[in-house]
């Protein structure tokens, strides 16, 4: 068996892949060295065999769809307008809720330091919704307002003339007495609140008509794509 | 068929002038694929996801030959497929009987032109050859398949298989040799002269 370097060199020149000079060369060898024109024939003989085999036909046609292609329908020029008005609409309304979400942020820290202040001292402030209840529990504990009176108590000889009913009625709290230092507390409170809640820079009336321009834009380029798509096929 | 023509709309997006390439090549595309693969279904797929990948790069075809071009794809998606085949089960080259056994003269090789002896022979010559094909290292099979069977010259193999010129003649030489040694196993089926030259040659 020959080398492989001179098995590379008679495979290329069975191919006609040689120049002259060496194919000439090569066919002087070959003319002496029988066992290298034997290798040669192999080779050809190999070559010819494979070169006979039935080329195999396509069993059938491999020709694309615009589906297999990936191709898109072409769409009209007011879709890019729909596509860019959809996304100016929702990057505004992003904006809105964040611009709406720093303001409260903002009011809330401001409004939250004057509401501590008499929450802390009137034993009900600070709160949100059970303000309203604590405050009614502060006027029912009218007991503990009645005993400051008895501490300080007046000159027996200004006191009502001793009873039984009186008593009682001394020890009952009368409804005026209780609540009429609590309701201004309770008033100003709400009205500290009640600007917070109601603070917005963006009204809600826009966020709404930005809301409608997406849903609306979005409808209108699913129908452009599908009358497009339906047209194409 | 104005071949640049075409290939300059194919690639403007005109599909229906990639399809009157497809039906050009379509041929020697499935036939490279099933010598590569060994396996029809395979080379079907093969083929046709050698033309969907053909088009949607076919803006990086930059000019000279477009057989060859064509050829390097169906070659990737020849390798993607052996790939493929190898996470899943392997399934017999030959069709199997209801009894399992594998079909001497399957349907699929069938030609009407021939006798039904010819047409053993043919079939039993065809197998020998496919099975000294599958033999070979993929690399190997690869360019013996695009000089040999597709004829291509040694500058279209070497830009189909993407390796240098020196490398398809050293490949294409090793091939050509263990083939003729493989070949030798199944010479009662060989023509006349390939027996006889064999002979001389031991």
């Not at chain 1, 494979?50 to 007011?78: E, I, Q, V, Y």
């Not at chain 1, 330091?113 to 303000?131: I, Q, V």
């Not at chain 1, 001394?170 to 609140?193: C, G, I, R, W």
């Not at chain 2, 493929?84 to 209801?98: F, G, I």
């Amino acid at each position: 068996m020959k080398n492989f370097r001179e098995i590379e060199l008679l495979s290329v020149y069975l191919d006609g892949q040689l120049n002259e000079s060496e194919s000439k060369r090569l066919e002087t060898r070959l003319a002496s060295d029988l066992e290298l024109a034997s290798v040669l024939n192999d080779l050809r003989l190999t070559r010819g065999i494979l070169r006979k085999l039935p080329a195999r036909k396509a069993p059938r046609n491999f020709t694309l769809t615009r589906k297999m292609a990936g191709l898109k329908p072409p769409l009209p020029r007011s879709y890019s307008f729909f596509r860019f008005s959809t996304a100016v609409a929702t990057i505004l309304l992003m904006f809105t809720f964040a611009a709406n979400s720093v303001a409260r942020l903002s009011f809330g820290f401001g409004a939250a330091a004057p509401a501590a202040g008499p929450a802390f001292g009137m034993g009900g402030g600070g709160c949100d919704e059970p303000c309203g209840e604590a405050l009614q529990a502060a006027a029912t504990e009218a007991p503990a307002a009645t005993e400051a009176p008895a501490i300080e108590a007046p000159p027996a000889d200004m006191l009502p003339a001793p009873t039984t009913d009186g008593t009682l009625r001394e020890s009952e709290p009368s409804p005026d007495a209780v609540q009429t230092p609590k309701e201004p507390a309770v008033e100003s409170e709400l009205q500290n609140q009640a600007p917070v809640e109601k603070e917005a820079v963006i009204p809600v009336m826009w966020q709404v008509i930005l809301l409608v321009v997406i849903g609306s834009s979005g409808l209108t380029m699913w129908l452009i794509q599908r009358s497009a798509s339906r047209k194409w096929q | 068929m104005d071949e640049t023509a075409l290939i300059h709309s194919a690639q403007n997006g005109d599909l229906d002038a990639f399809n009157t390439l497809i039906l050009h090549y379509q041929d020697a595309v499935f036939n490279t694929a099933v010598r590569i693969l060994g396996d029809e279904d395979m080379a079907q797929d093969a083929a046709q996801e050698a033309f969907i990948s053909a088009f949607r790069s076919i803006t990086s075809f930059r000019g000279g030959s477009f057989k060859a071009w064509i050829m390097r794809t169906v070659t990737n998606a020849c390798y993607d497929e052996l790939r493929r085949q190898k996470r899943r089960p392997t399934t017999p080259l030959e069709p199997e009987t209801s009894d399992g056994e594998e079909m001497d003269s399957p349907k699929w090789l069938a030609d009407p032109n021939m006798t039904p002896a010819q047409q053993s022979e043919a079939d039993e010559l065809e197998h020998a050859i496919q099975h000294c094909l599958d033999e070979l290292p993929t690399d190997f099979r690869t360019v013996v398949v695009l000089a040999d069977i597709q004829g291509m010259d040694y500058t279209e193999v070497a830009a189909a298989s993407q390796v240098p010129l020196g490398t398809i003649k050293s490949r294409l030489a090793r091939a050509r040799l263990r083939l003729r040694e493989c070949l030798r196993g199944f010479e009662e089926l060989l023509p006349s002269s390939f027996r006889l030259e064999g002979e001389r040659t031991l």
